[in-house]
């Protein structure tokens, strides 16, 4: 498989069954995220989820990050 290849070796572990819940306990809400380099960003992150956030050079996602964090200011928009 393509993680043994990429090791070197053999993996033998095996992930825990995934639980899906109904009620998804939302940890970080952004909405409409507004500035000079991205524009009405939507996105919500549940608990146990793994995201990631990529893109081409230049194309915001660093500054979107950053704002995420505190250390880009936006315009508009709100992250709760």
């Given at each position: 498989?393509l993680?043994?290849?990429?090791l070197?070796h053999?993996?033998?572990?095996?992930?825990?069954?995934?639980?899906?819940?109904?009620?998804?306990?939302?940890?970080?809400?952004?909405?409409?995220?507004t500035?000079?380099?991205?524009?009405?960003?939507?996105?919500?992150?549940?608990?146990g989820?793994?995201?990631?956030?990529?893109?081409?050079i230049?194309?915001g996602?660093?500054?979107?990050?950053?704002?995420?964090f505190?250390?880009?200011t936006f315009?508009?928009?709100?992250?709760?």
């Amino acid at each position: 498989d393509l993680i043994s290849m990429m090791l070197g070796h053999e993996v033998k572990s095996e992930l825990p069954p995934a639980h899906v819940s109904d009620q998804q306990h939302v940890l970080l809400d952004v909405k409409g995220l507004t500035a000079d380099v991205f524009n009405g960003i939507n996105l919500q992150i549940g608990a146990g989820e793994i995201d990631g956030l990529y893109g081409a050079i230049g194309a915001g996602h660093f500054e979107v990050a950053r704002a995420l964090f505190g250390m880009y200011t936006f315009d508009s928009g709100a992250i709760t």
